[in-house]
T-cell receptor
C-alpha cells in the first residue's frame, strides 16, 4: 500500500524553467491537494481538486497550474519558475469530506530550489 | 478563511517529562474538526490526534492528549512521558465540516526539542 507518492523528491531549477510535480495516490481518494511549506509560514494551500477533471484555487495559486485528468493523479506545474517558488511541496489526499473527519494522507514532499 | 495560530515557534522538554503545545483558531462555524500533525526530520507528515468540535470529551491517543476549549477556541496538545522520537515540528490544523473542498488550514508550527 503505497499511499501518496510524489515525484521527484528533489529538484533544482533555473529561473524561467518549467517543470511538473507528480502526485499519485492508490487509496481511491476523491480529494487531492497541493501545499507549499516555507519556514515560519506553515503549509499553505496552492490548488486542490474535489474529483477527476476538477481543480480549484487555494490560498497561493499564482505561478502554478494543476491538472487532474485521472482520479489517482494530481499534477502541479510551474510554467516559469521564480526564486520565490523555492519551497517544499506536499501533496495530500483525503476521502470526500462533508461530515467526515478523516485527516489527510500526505506524500513525503518535494524540495524545489529555484536559482 | 479560518486562521490557526501557534504562538510558540520553539519548545523544549526533558525526556520523560510533559510538555504542552498551544494552538488557537478563529472561526465562526460551530461544527469543525481539529488535528495535530507531527513532522519529523524525515519531512513526512504524521497524524497525531484529532478532535471533533461537537464532542466535549478531549481526544487521547496513548501519550498524546488534547485540551479542547471550544468557547476559547483553543486546542492544545499535551505530550506525556516525552521520548526522543517525539522531537519534531508539530502543526495544528483546522478543517471545516461544511466546506466542499475539505481544505485544512495549518498553523505555522512549533518545533519541539527533547533533551536527553
Amino acid at each position: 500500500n503505497a499511499g501518496v507518492t510524489q515525484t521527484p523528491k528533489f529538484r533544482v531549477l533555473k529561473t524561467g524553467q518549467s517543470m511538473t510535480l507528480l502526485c499519485a495516490q492508490d487509496m481511491n481518494h476523491e480529494y487531492m491537494y497541493w501545499y507549499r511549506q516555507d519556514p515560519g509560514m506553515g503549509l499553505r494551500l496552492i490548488h486542490y481538486s474535489v474529483g477527476e477533471g476538477t481543480t480549484a484555487k487555494g490560498e497561493v495559486p499564482d505561478g502554478y497550474n494543476v491538472s487532474r485528468l485521472k482520479k489517482q493523479n494530481f499534477l502541479l506545474g510551474l510554467e516559469s519558475a521564480a526564486p520565490s517558488q523555492t519551497s517544499v511541496y506536499f501533496c495530500a489526499s483525503s476521502y470526500n469530506g462533508q461530515g467526515s473527519y478523516y485527516g489527510y494522507t500526505f506524500g513525503s514532499g518535494t524540495r524545489l530550489t529555484v536559482v | 478563511a479560518q486562521t490557526v495560530t501557534q504562538s510558540q515557534p520553539e519548545m523544549s522538554v526533558q525526556e520523560a517529562e510533559t510538555v504542552t503545545l498551544s494552538c488557537t483558531y478563529d472561526t465562526s462555524e460551530s461544527d469543525y474538526y481539529l488535528f495535530w500533525y507531527k513532522q519529523p526530520p524525515s519531512r513526512q507528515m504524521i497524524l497525531v490526534i484529532r478532535q471533533e468540535a461537537y464532542k466535549q470529551q478531549n481526544a487521547t491517543e496513548n501519550r498524546f492528549s488534547v485540551n479542547f476549549q471550544k468557547a476559547a477556541k483553543s486546542f492544545s496538545l499535551k505530550i506525556s512521558d516525552s521520548q526522543l522520537g517525539d522531537a519534531a515540528m508539530y502543526f495544528c490544523a483546522y478543517r471545516s465540516s461544511t466546506n466542499t473542498g475539505n481544505q485544512f488550514y495549518f498553523g505555522t508550527g512549533t518545533s519541539l526539542t527533547v533533551i536527553p
